[in-house]
């Protein structure tokens, strides 16, 4: 039976890893990939206008 205990763990983190790929790949593209890029394009988007904002409004950086 030692080796039943042995293997376990190495059983379970097996299946959790499969189950863990197989959920990203299942979450990729489809109305998920679509929400997932507004957001990218929205953080994208945000952080331009604040660095457009930040470079024009008169700063003394070098």
Same mark, same amino acid.
């Given at each position: 039976?030692?080796?039943?205990?042995?293997?376990?763990?190495?059983? /379970?983190m @097996?299946?959790?890893?499969? #189950?863990?790929?197989?959920?990203?790949?299942?979450?990729? =593209? !489809?109305?998920?990939? *679509?929400?997932?890029?507004?957001? /990218?394009? @929205?953080?994208?988007?945000? #952080?331009?206008?604040?660095?457009?904002?930040?470079?024009? =409004? !008169?700063?003394?950086? *070098?």
């Open positions: 039976m030692e080796y039943v205990s042995a293997l376990l763990p190495s059983t /379970v @097996a299946v959790a890893f499969v #189950a863990l790929i197989v959920t990203i790949v299942k979450n990729q =593209g !489809g109305a998920n990939k *679509a929400k997932e890029d507004a957001a /990218v394009d @929205a953080a994208f988007a945000e #952080a331009e206008a604040t660095r457009a904002a930040r470079d024009t =409004g !008169g700063g003394s950086s *070098a």
